[in-house]
């Protein structure tokens, strides 16, 4: 789960930049918060991401806890090109790890959250990214 302070502007960077899809929505008026959850696919198949709006928060400290969520892609560099293409922010470039040969990128959402693309090519066992280009 994601605290975000523009429920909406989060919705769109995760759907029209990161190729997700909005899974469903719920309101809380009573008690003040909105959720909305994204994916590639539902779940069990496909992980989802939760985003909480609190109403009246705009923006929270990142803290020490978090660090990034990672999304397998086929090709990092090419998904930080429609990334880019769709108004999304790349903080690292393509290429590989320090110490190692896998190769990873970065982009941030709007919040600030970091999000860690990590190369794994196509294989028969995996399904088809939705960052492919």
């Known amino acids: 789960m994601l605290r975000v302070g523009d429920l909406q502007r989060s919705i769109d960077f995760y759907t029209q930049v990161m190729g997700m899809k909005l899974l469903r929505r719920s309101e809380n008026p009573e008690y003040k918060y909105s959720l909305a959850f994204l994916g590639y696919g539902s779940n069990p198949e496909h992980a989802e991401i939760e985003l909480t709006y609190n109403h009246g928060v705009s923006s929270y400290e990142m803290g020490t806890a978090y660090g990034h969520l990672a999304i397998g892609v086929p090709d990092a560099a090419a998904a930080c090109e429609k990334i880019r293409a769709g ?24 919040d600030g959250y970091k999000i860690e693309l990590i190369e794994r090519r196509e294989s028969a066992a995996q399904p088809a990214d939705p960052l492919k280009a």
């Open 87 to 110: 108004g999304g922010n790349v903080t690292r470039e393509a290429g590989p790890v320090k110490g190692g040969s896998t190769v990873i990128a970065f982009v941030t959402d709007p």
